[in-house]
Every structure is written in structure tokens, then in C-alpha cells.
């Protein structure tokens, strides 16, 4: 299992810079936010549309950032393991619901469980980036079993505890 925790940009102020609002609750961002030079430059994981499914189905709010005529173009990526969306939450998400990201990785774990049913070698790779009261971002990076998407809330729950 693999984690690394790093610093991140200003979510808000990156998102500003596109003439987009930041968001307010859980939210799916394009997977190279901190890189984009442009609007046009965002790009999300095709699981992106999988995990607002699972949100949806399972009563979990999150918050839109993109109107639906305005979302980032897809990028496929080939291979045996499953390409996570970039998660947001802030630390008054967490103070609200701190549940919250617990039950979305518990959701997300079940749907790879079925996924990768018969099979050791799944992999899965997710971000999450952690908004404290002050702005500063955290990403944490996990690449590694499914099983082990758990442990990343921890992570979060740490890093908001600061």
C-alpha cells in the first residue's frame, strides 16, 4: 500500500483563476487541477462519473463544481486497476459530517470489491484533497488494494485534526 501526503495548491484560489465557484461540501475535481494552466486543460478520470453514481445512490451529498454542459473531458486509462477521481473536503465538512469521507471510501471499496471479484491483483489509485480552516491544502495519494481505500480517512481525519 502506498501513501504519500503532500502539500497542495489553494484549491479555491486555482479554481478562481477559471472564473469557477470553490466548493462548499465533498466535492469531484479534475485529477490535474494544480497543473492546469486553463479551463480547458482539466481533465477527470472516467470514474469520476462511477463515484457520483455511488454518491447518488447511496444519499451521500457532494456538490457539483461544473454544470453538467461545462464538464472536463474524460481521460481513459488502460490496465487492471481502477482510476479514482481527485475527492475534495474541507475541515468544516468534516466538523459537519465527519463521517462523511468514511462511508464515500466504504462505498467506493464495495463497488472495487465487486470489481475485482476473483482477482489478488486489483490495484486502485484515488486522491483527496483536505482544506483546513485557513485554506492550505493537503493531498493524499494512495495507490495500493482496495482494501486499504480505509485507511486514507484516517489520513484525513489526522491532517483535520491539526
Known amino acids: 500500500m502506498g501513501v504519500e501526503v503532500r502539500d497542495h495548491i489553494s484549491v479555491s484560489m ?5 472564473n469557477v465557484a470553490a466548493p462548499t461540501g465533498l466535492a ?3 485529477h490535474n487541477l494544480a497543473m492546469a494552466t486553463s479551463k480547458g486543460d482539466l481533465r477527470q478520470h472516467v470514474e469520476s462519473d462511477t463515484v457520483r453514481t455511488l454518491l447518488l445512490a447511496n444519499n451521500v451529498h ?6 453538467e454542459n461545462e464538464q472536463p473531458p474524460y481521460l481513459q486509462q488502460y490496465g487492471f486497476e481502477w482510476f479514482g477521481p481527485t475527492l475534495f473536503i474541507s475541515a468544516g465538512v468534516i ?11 466504504g462505498l ?3 463497488y472495487l470489491y465487486d470489481l475485482f471479484k476473483g482477482s489478488k491483483n486489483g490495484k ?11 485554506g492550505a491544502c493537503k493531498e493524499v495519494r494512495y495507490s495500493g488494494p482496495p482494501e486499504g ?3 486514507v480517512a484516517d489520513i484525513v481525519k489526522e491532517l483535520s485534526a491539526k
Not at 486555482?14 to 477559471?18: A, G, P
Not at 486502485?124 to 485557513?134: G, V
Request: charged share 20%.
Open 95 to 105: 466538523l459537519q459530517e465527519p463521517n462523511i469521507l468514511s462511508v464515500t471510501l
Open 108 to 110: 467506493i471499496t464495495n
Open 124 to 134: 486502485a489509485s484515488l486522491n483527496i484533497i483536505f482544506e483546513d480552516a485557513d
Open 14 to 18: 486555482k479554481l478562481k483563476n477559471f
Open 149 to 151: 481505500l480505509n485507511a
Open 28 to 30: 469531484i475535481l479534475p
Open 62 to 67: 457532494y456538490v457539483e463544481i461544473f454544470d
